[in-house]
């Protein structure tokens, strides 16, 4: 796709800042068609740091998606 359909991907956590261990976060990736064309089978891949764990079940998305 190239210049023709640029995607932008941002990442927040909230709450922002420190953190004690135990603390739940969220974390948020949003991307973004900014190009002039449809784009379709989005890729997008994010590890978390190995001192984050993954609660069970907690994944969402407002589009069909599927999480590993």
């Known amino acids: 796709y190239g210049a023709l359909c640029p995607l932008t991907v941002t990442?927040?956590?909230d709450p922002?800042?420190?953190k004690e261990p135990g603390?739940?976060?969220t974390i948020t990736i949003k991307y973004?068609?900014?190009g002039n064309k449809p784009v379709d089978d989005v890729?997008?891949?994010d590890s978390l740091s190995a001192r984050l764990?993954?609660?069970e079940g907690?994944?969402?998305s407002d589009r069909?998606?599927?999480?590993?």
């Open 11 to 13: 990442k927040s956590v």
């Open 16 to 18: 922002s800042g420190p």
């Open 23 to 25: 603390e739940v976060v």
């Open 32 to 34: 973004a068609n900014t």
């Open 43 to 45: 890729v997008i891949s």
């Open 53 to 55: 764990g993954y609660v």
């Open 58 to 60: 907690s994944a969402q």
């Open 64 to 68: 069909p998606a599927n999480f590993t």
